[in-house]
C-alpha cells in the first residue's frame, strides 16, 4: 500500500534497470575488472581513482552492530485504532482517529548474539515499533516478554556484559548458558522473574508472527487538558502465541539459521500478512499505589486478570524492505521519540533508555543527522535550527540558524497549544538527590513464583529442563547451588526439580513466595484454531497416490496452509496413475524441525522407497517425538510404522495428533483434513507419549 511513508521512500529507491556503470562522481567507466598499471605485470597506480573508490567504499561498509539487538528482521506496514475509545485518555491522534490509518516500521530481533547468529537461540525478542504518525515518529521499542531483569538502567552494562560472550574467549555466542550470566543471576535477584520467562518456551518463539509484544515500563497517556493515566501497552499476535521446543531450536540454528528472519520474509512475500491487536492496560492515577508491587518496577507485571486488556486496534505488516541495510540496519528507534498524548514515567529503566538510545545512534550512524536517512524520517515537517554535523544531507539556505532571530523572520517559529505542539506532562517531584533503590522495588521473588504458579504442567516441564540445561553448562559448581538457593525461594517444586537434575543437594525451601497465578499467561489454551502460514512436510516418491495428495494438498491451501512435497530427488515424482507431481524440495536438504506437521500418502512403491531410507524414517519419528500434527492415508501408515510409530486401522483414526485412514485417492473420508487441520492448529499434541519412539 502507498501510504504517505512509502511514497516518501519512494524519493529514495533506487532502481538498477538498464542503468550504465557511472562512478559517484558522475563519471561512466567502460572497466571495472582489471585496476590500472604500469605495465602487462606491473604495480598498480595510484592515480586509478575507479580502484580506490570501489575499494574505499568497500573498505567503509561496515558500521558498529547494535551492542544489543544485533540481529533482526524488519518490516513496514500500518496500524489503525478500532474506535474513538482512548479518546477519554490521550490526545494523540494514531490512537484514537480510526479513519486514521499510520504508517509503521517493525523490527524484531533476539538480545544477546551478533548479527550473525542463529536465530532460534534462547533468548528475549525485541519488538520495536516506529509509528509515522501526523504529530510525528513514535517508538514504541518493546519487548516479547512484559518484564525486564534489571529495575534500574545503571545496571544495564553489568547485565549485558554478564550475558554476552565471556570477553576473554569471545565464548559463547548467544546464549546465555554459561557462567557469567548466571553469576550474575544468583547475585541479582531482581533478574529471577525475567529469567524464569526466559527459561519459559516465550524465550523460543515459533515465528515473529506468533509472540506477543510488550511495551514493559508504566507509560502515561495524556489527555488535551493535562490528565494523566498510566498505561501498559500489549500486542497479540492474530496467529495466536507459539513455541518451539528446545531440541528443534538447537536442530534449525544448523539446518536454518535464519529461521525467524525467513518466516516473516516469506510470509509477507506471500500475501500472508501478520497481524497484532494492539491492547492497554490503564491505571487511573489516583490508583497508582493500588498494588503489591510498583508501577514503576519492570521487573512486575499488572495481572491481566486484576487490570484487563483493552483492545484498541490492529497491526499489520505488509511491505518488506527492499534493503537491508538501509532500512533494517540503519532503523534508529528511541524510547524518547514520543509524541503529544504519551508521555513517560519514572521508571529508572526507562528513564536510563531515554538517554542511551540516542546516544548509541550516534556512534552507529555516525553523528547527529540519521534522522534524516529515509528509514527514520518522520512524514511531517522538520524544521530547526539544528545544522551541519557528518552526513548533512539538507541545504538549509538564509542567514539564521538560532533563535530568536529577526533576519529570519522569527522562524522556525515557536509556540502553540497542546497537544497541537508536545508539552511534557507536568508531574510533581519533590524529593532529596539519593542514589538508593526505592523500598517498594524491593519484592524479587514474589512475580517469579506468580509466573511458575500460573504454567501449565508441560510448561513446567520444559521450565525446569531448560533451567537443567543451562546450569549444566555452567563451569562453577557454586554458581549452579546460588542460583539454586534463589530458586528456593521462589517455589520449593521448581529448585527442587532443577537441584535433581543437577545432582545438587536441595537448598532451603520455604513456603512459595506467592501463591497467587495468572492464567493468561500461559501459551498453552489459547489456541486460535487457524493453520494459516502452516508448514506442513509432504513425503512424496514415485508412485504417490496422486490424485489423494494433490485433494489433500488443494485443502489444505484452502485454510491457508503451505505444504510442501519433499522427495528423494528434485523435479517430479510420477503418481500411480496420473499426471506427475511436482517436488518442492529434495528430502536430504530439510529437517522435520522445519515443519509444523508431517503428511504421508498413500503408495506402496513410494511409501518402499521412503520407508528404506533411514533419514526419511528420522524425519517421521522426529516429528513425532516433538509431538508435532502427523496425518498418512492408505498405505502412507506403513511408513510410520517403520518410524516405529504404532496406528490402529480405521476409517478415520485420531490418537494424540496422529491422523489417519486406511482408506486412499477419491475415498478418503472428507473429516480427514478437518482432524488433521484441527491437531496442527493445537500447534502440538502435548498428551503424546513418545518414549517408544526414538528419532
Ligand atoms: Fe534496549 N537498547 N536498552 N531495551 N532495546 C537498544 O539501542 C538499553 C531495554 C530494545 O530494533 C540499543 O539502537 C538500555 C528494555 C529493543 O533497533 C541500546 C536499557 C527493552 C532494541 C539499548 C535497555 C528494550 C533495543 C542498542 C536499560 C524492552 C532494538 C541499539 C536501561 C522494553 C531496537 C539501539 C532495534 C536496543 C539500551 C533495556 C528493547 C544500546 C540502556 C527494557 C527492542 O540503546
Known amino acids: 500500500m502507498a501510504d504517505e511513508k512509502q511514497r516518501a521512500l519512494d524519493g529514495a529507491r533506487v532502481d538498477p534497470d538498464g542503468s550504465r556503470l557511472i562512478t559517484q562522481q558522475g563519471v561512466r567507466v567502460d572497466h571495472t575488472d582489471d585496476s590500472l598499471a604500469a605495465g602487462d605485470r606491473g604495480p598498480t597506480l595510484l592515480e586509478d581513482f575507479h580502484f580506490r573508490e570501489k575499494v574505499t567504499h568497500f573498505d567503509h561498509e561496515r558500521i558498529p552492530e547494535r551492542v544489543v539487538h544485533a540481529r533482526g528482521a524488519g518490516a513496514y506496514g500500518h496500524f489503525t485504532p478500532y474506535d474513538d475509545r482512548l479518546a477519554r485518555y490521550t490526545a494523540a491522534e494514531f490512537l484514537t482517529d480510526p479513519s486514521v490509518t499510520t504508517p509503521v516500521f517493525v523490527r524484531f530481533s533476539t538480545v544477546a548474539g551478533s548479527r550473525g547468529s542463529a536465530d532460534t537461540v534462547r533468548d528475549v525478542r525485541g519488538f520495536a515499533t516506529k509509528f509515522y504518525t501526523r504529530q510525528g515518529n513514535y517508538d514504541l521499542v518493546g519487548n516479547n516478554f512484559p518484564v525486564f531483569f534489571i529495575q534500574d538502567g545503571i545496571k544495564f552494562p553489568d547485565f549485558v556484559h554478564a550475558v554476552k560472550p565471556e ?350 497465578s495468572s492464567p493468561a499467561l500461559s501459551q498453552l489454551g489459547q489456541p486460535t484454531g487457524t493453520i494459516a502460514t502452516r508448514k506442513i512436510a509432504v513425503l512424496v516418491a514415485d508412485g504417490v497416490d496422486g490424485e489423494g495428495t494433490e485433494k489433500i494438498l488443494t485443502a489444505l491451501r484452502e485454510r491457508g496452509a503451505t505444504p510442501e512435497t519433499l522427495a528423494p530427488r528434485g523435479g517430479a515424482v510420477r503418481t500411480a496413475h496420473g499426471p506427475d507431481l511436482p517436488v518442492d524440495r529434495v528430502v536430504s536438504t530439510m529437517a522435520s524441525v522445519l515443519y509444523d506437521a508431517v503428511l504421508v500418502p498413500c503408495g506402496p512403491d513410494s511409501v518402499e522407497t521412503l520407508a528404506a531410507d533411514g533419514s526419511v524414517r528420522h524425519f517421521v519419528a522426529e516429528a513425532f517425538r516433538h509431538r508435532k500434527a502427523i496425518a498418512a492415508f492408505g498405505t502412507g501408515t506403513e511408513l510410520l510404522a517403520a518410524a516405529g510409530i504404532a496406528v490402529d486401522d480405521g476409517d478415520l483414526v485420531v490418537e494424540a495428533g496422529v491422523v489417519t485412514t486406511t482408506k486412499a485417492r477419491d475415498e478418503i473420508p472428507d473429516g480427514f483434513v478437518d482432524v488433521f487441520a484441527q491437531e496442527i492448529a493445537k500447534h502440538r499434541a502435548w498428551n503424546r507419549d513418545t518414549r517408544e519412539v526414538t528419532a
Open 167 to 516: 570477553p576473554h574467549n569471545e565464548i559463547p555466542q548467544a546464549q546465555s548458558a554459561h557462567d557469567t550470566f548466571w553469576d550474575f543471576v544468583a547475585l541479582q535477584p531482581e533478574t529471577l522473574h525475567a529469567v524464569m520467562w526466559l527459561m519459559s518456551d516465550r524465550a523460543i518463539p515459533r515465528s515473529y508472527r506468533m509472540m506477543q509484544g510488550f511495551g514493559v515500563h508504566t507509560f502515561r497517556l495524556v489527555t488535551a487538558d493535562g490528565r494523566g493515566t498510566f498505561v501498559k501497552f500489549h500486542w497479540k499476535p492474530a496467529l495466536g502465541t507459539h513455541s518451539l521446543v528446545w531440541e528443534e531450536c538447537q536442530r534449525i540454528a544448523g539446518y536454518d539459521p535464519d529461521f525467524n528472519r525467513r518466516d516473516l520474509w516469506e510470509a509477507i512475500e506471500s500475501g500472508a500478512f501478520p497481524e497484532w491487536e494492539l491492547g492497554v492496560q490503564l491505571v487511573e492515577e489516583t490508583d497508582e499505589f493500588a498494588f503489591d508491587f510498583d508501577l514503576l518496577d519492570p521487573t512486575k507485571i499488572i495481572p491481566e486478570e486484576r487490570v484487563p486488556v483493552l483492545p484498541v486496534g490492529r497491526l499489520v505488516l505488509d511491505r518488506n524492505p527492499d534493503n537491508f541495510f538501509a532500512e533494517t540496519e540503519q532503523v534508529a528507534f528511541h524510547t524518547a521519540n514520543i509524541v503529544p498524548g504519551i508521555d513517560f514515567t519514572n521508571d529508572p529503566l526507562l528513564q536510563a533508555r531515554n538517554f542511551s538510545y540516542l546516544d548509541t545512534q550516534l556512534i552507529r550512524l555516525g553523528g547527529p543527522n540519521f534522522a534524516q536517512i529515509p528509514v527514520n524520517r518522520p512524514v511531517t515537517e522538520v524544521s530547526t535550527n539544528q545544522r551541519d554535523g557528518y552526513g548533512q544531507q539538507r541545504v538549509h539556505r538564509g542567514r539564521t540558524s538560532y533563535t530568536p532571530n529577526t533576519l529570519g523572520g522569527g522562524c522556525p517559529v515557536v509556540g502553540g497549544d497542546f497537544p497541537e505542539v508536545f508539552r511534557h506532562y507536568q508531574e510533581k517531584v519533590d524529593g532529596s538527590k539519593i542514589r538508593k533503590r526505592s523500598a517498594s522495588f524491593a519484592d524479587h521473588h514474589g512475580q517469579a513464583a506468580l509466573f511458575w504458579n500460573s504454567m501449565s504442567e508441560v510448561e513446567r516441564t520444559h521450565i525446569v529442563a531448560a533451567f537443567r540445561f543451562e546450569l549444566g553448562k555452567v563451569e562453577t559448581v557454586e554458581i549452579r547451588a546460588a542460583v539454586v538457593a534463589q530458586l528456593g525461594r521462589v517455589h520449593a517444586d521448581l529448585a527442587a526439580a532443577v537441584a535433581e537434575g543437577l545432582g545438587l543437594p536441595l537448598p532451603d525451601l520455604g513456603e512459595p513466595a506467592s501463591t497467587q
